[in-house]
């Protein structure tokens, strides 16, 4: 699990919906080894207008054809220009980088909680879970239906529920809206989160409540990515934390969140 | 390969290329990209006598070639950094510089003592110019009075090589380099960050939690290059460049300007190697322009 920059070439680029294009880059030797919940920085352009590296979940590994698919929203001018990197040319990637989710050895009930780009973090978690016969559930939470995508792909790991905004698809209202956060949390015995923080925080308080093990997963704005600018802090029981290099990946009871 | 060995003081670099504090943390970062051993020097994390927090989440702001940043010298303090972090750091074969920073002289002092036991760390830069405390740091290295009273202080209880650092945020740069050398620096290092500031147009807020931060990167480099040369002509001691340096081509311009050796600050976060491939770019230079040796270089801006 050695940090390492490569030139990684983009083999395909699918346009989800509106504003999400999945990248997916290619190693010219064997990757390294890349756990759920860790992240890459991608070197846009070096251009003046977008000088520092964007850092990206990693959505998907495979080691047989060493390559590694990242989830673009996009947001600026960074995220709309990597969005348009046309196949077959090379992006500087830095990875991987950051923490990663608590695997459990097994047998538990497992709940992921994904709003927007976040749920591109739970992707290899799902993965890994399903493979250590854990039982496991994914809430995804949107503004809208089109907002809702790669639902197929997590159905191969863990049921899958929806909620929008707007009711075009699943339950209406916020992930915290839907049934799954009953009485009793419906017997979950684990949940992981990465979103908006608003709607992490909902999530961190349902868990707290019911006294469940809860990790999430943060976004900070981060200058370097592997822990030497200090930029992308966040308050923690122990004082600031890196998030790039102590998270992203974070238990709630580290957290100084009001909850 | 030309000789890219240069002295600064009783620092004896194998070549000219140090990494700026706070943008190398304590080297160990970057032991899976490179072996740092190969630089001329790194300067350690901004570190003072007490641990500190530093400053609130937003910290950092991307602007037009640069970055604003307001960290406000977090550390875990002096007697932390010889107990836990120095020992790591015995392993590397560079000059390890200790960059001291305080709220009060006294603070200097007492942060400045314990750097002074440890032998492996090869020197200390006085850090007079940190834009984003609230007490001390840049107000130390705005004027020449309060200079000298911080870098003589710090003098008669360091006994290696002292660089003062100072800040840009100054109208005439040469005065206070010259107040510096006089009050005993051995070395002086040139430019810590332009106080800066971003706005969110569409919240109508600062970006930054503290509202003002310190500026780096290509944005700044023309006026690290000016300063330099100002400086360079008013001080004797060697001085160390920085300010926007990307590349090799940037270090060159700053040793024609009159620094003998560079920092490399803000490309360290875009690209960990930036270091390492300048040491070679200087190396390319030199040997396509017939030169043997970097001091041939240092200075020889044609007027």
Redesign the interface.
């Known amino acids: 699990m050695r940090k390492t920059v490569q030139e990684l070439k983009v083999i395909s680029s699918q346009r989800l919906n509106d504003d999400h294009q999945l990248l997916q880059l290619e190693a010219s030797k064997p990757l390294e080894t890349i756990n759920p919940g860790q992240f890459a920085n991608l070197l846009v352009d070096n251009s003046p207008s977008v000088f520092l590296r964007r850092p990206f979940s990693i959505y998907s590994v495979d080691y047989s054809l060493n390559t590694i698919s990242v989830y673009i929203k996009v947001i600026g001018e960074g995220t709309r220009k990597l969005a348009k990197t046309e196949v077959g040319t090379f992006l500087n990637v830095m990875y991987p980088l950051g923490n990663s989710f608590t695997i459990p050895e097994g047998k538990e009930r497992v709940l992921l909680v994904g709003g927007g780009s976040g749920v591109a973090s739970l992707m290899g978690l799902a993965q890994v879970l399903k493979m250590k016969s854990n039982d496991v559930s994914i809430l995804i939470g949107a503004r809208s239906s089109a907002d809702l995508v790669e639902l197929e792909q997590f159905s191969k790991y863990c049921s899958v529920y929806t909620t929008t905004e707007d009711g075009t698809a699943g339950v209406k209202g916020y992930v915290t809206d839907h049934p799954l956060f009953g009485e009793e949390l419906n017997g979950f015995t684990r949940i992981y989160s990465c979103g908006p923080e608003p709607m992490m925080r909902a999530v961190a308080l349902k868990a707290h409540l019911k006294s469940i093990f809860c990790e999430v997963s943060l976004e900070n704005t981060m200058a370097c990515g592997f822990g030497v600018c200090l930029c992308c802090i966040t308050e923690t029981t122990q004082g600031h934390k890196c998030v790039c290099t102590d998270g992203p990946v974070f238990n709630i009871n580290q957290l100084r969140w009001l909850i | 390969m030309a000789d890219l060995s240069i002295r600064i003081h009783n620092l004896e670099l194998k070549n000219p290329v140090l990494t700026a504090s706070?943008?190398?943390?304590y080297g160990l970062?970057?032991d899976?990209?490179f072996d740092v051993s190969q630089l001329g020097g790194i300067v350690v994390k901004g570190t003072t006598i007490h641990p500190r927090?530093?400053n609130a989440?937003?910290?950092?702001?991307?602007?037009?070639?640069?970055?604003l940043?307001s960290?406000g010298l977090?550390n875990r303090g002096a007697k932390y950094f010889a107990t836990d972090i120095y020992p790591k750091l015995t392993k590397y074969n560079t000059n390890i510089l200790v960059n001291v920073s305080g709220s009060t002289i006294e603070e200097y002092i007492a942060c400045a003592e314990i750097i002074n036991e440890l032998d492996h760390i090869a020197g200390i830069e006085l850090n007079i110019s940190c834009p984003n405390v609230k007490e001390g740091g840049m107000a130390f290295g705005t004027s020449c009075a309060s200079i000298d009273a911080v870098v003589s202080a710090v003098r008669e209880v360091y006994h290696k090589t002292m660089v003062v650092k100072l800040s840009p945020n100054v109208t005439n740069i040469g005065e206070l380099a010259r107040a510096a050398e006089c009050s005993g620096a051995d070395s002086i290092s040139l430019i810590n960050t332009l106080l800066g500031m971003a706005i969110n147009a569409e919240t109508r807020k600062p970006v930054l939690a503290t509202i003002t931060g310190g500026l780096s990167?290509?944005a700044i480099k023309p006026i690290a290059l000016r300063m330099v040369w100002e400086v360079a002509k008013a001080v004797k001691v060697p001085l160390i460049g920085m300010g926007g340096i990307m590349n090799s081509t940037d270090a060159i311009e700053f040793f024609l300007a009159g620094a003998s050796a560079i920092e490399v600050g803000?490309a360290?976060?875009?690209?960990?190697?930036s270091s390492l491939k300048i040491i070679e770019g200087i190396d390319a230079y030199l040997n396509r322009h017939n030169f043997n040796n970097l001091k041939d270089i240092v200075g020889s801006l044609h007027l």
Not at chain 2, 57 to 67: K, Q, W
Not at chain 2, 268 to 273: G, K, T
């Open positions: 706070g943008t190398f943390g970062e970057f899976d990209f927090q530093g989440y937003p910290r950092m702001a991307e602007t037009a070639s640069g970055m940043n960290v977090q990167g290509p803000t360290n976060y875009i690209d960990p190697l």
